[in-house]
DNA sequence: TCTGAGTTCTGGACTAAGTCCAAGTTCGGA
DNA sequence: TCCGAACTTGGACTTAGTCCAGAACTCAGA
């Protein structure tokens, strides 16, 4: 996946640097959701002086590029997520884990008058739960 | 509405304070989704000398008794929703602001094999948009 | 009405996540 | 190879939220 990711941050017009492969790499193949402290740690490991304000920034351009998801569900921190095509999220809403939703089930239409002269782009729906871990605790 | 939230604040076994109503006040007859720090505000308007820290543990008593909603949909900050009923949210993606959306579709419920263990409680629809205000910047 | 135990509040220090910026470095088209 | 534009760095800064010890307050019972 990420050979391709690369070529196209090239044809978005941006520059392929280490930087960017590592953040790449340090998404690719991984089917949870990072933190951007956990893509930096894990872009530390491929390339140890990247900086948090690179691994940011790439995040960004990332998501403009629409090629990751941003996460902003619950918790502190957002997380990114590299599966772009529709999917729902389960949350554990006091560790803040986000397991994918696989089934097939979209998202119902905004009908228009409810869209408050907003551009709607995409719908998800959010199950909201507790954990195995954290209900025992 | 107020008046009925502090005597289930008292049957909970909390004690009523200044402050608590202030918070009560605040949160009370509004139908947008203010961040802890616009609820101190309306609070501190009420209460001057009331403290941040006062205000968040009143919003977590409330979140966790159920009268209202905790939602960290998009952006840095939580947002808090005095409607406690099922509904869903559109969310402006750059600028945070959110809508309730009153449609009556519910969102789609999770089958069991899908739950990874987990005790889901509520499912929410959320509407990725970019408001008016936000298009035209 | 008074009292005291226990609850709650305060404010300041602290932490975590994320942003900003100036200066130095690197990429890649010509 | 050269050079300008794009990118990265790292440190300072901002914002949101938490923690804590001591002071203040609430309210049940006398």
Known sequence: ??????????????????????VAEALDGINVHLTADEVHARAADILPEISRATVYSTLHELTEMGEILELGIEGRSKRYDPTTSPHNHLVCDSCGVIHDVQHGVAAPEL???EAHGMAVRRAEVVYHATCGTCLAS
Chains 1, 2 share one sequence.
């Open 1 to 22: 996946m990420h050979t391709s990711l690369l070529d196209r941050l090239r044809l978005h017009g941006y520059r392929l640097t280490a930087q960017r492969r590592a």
């Open 111 to 113: 009908p228009l008058n």
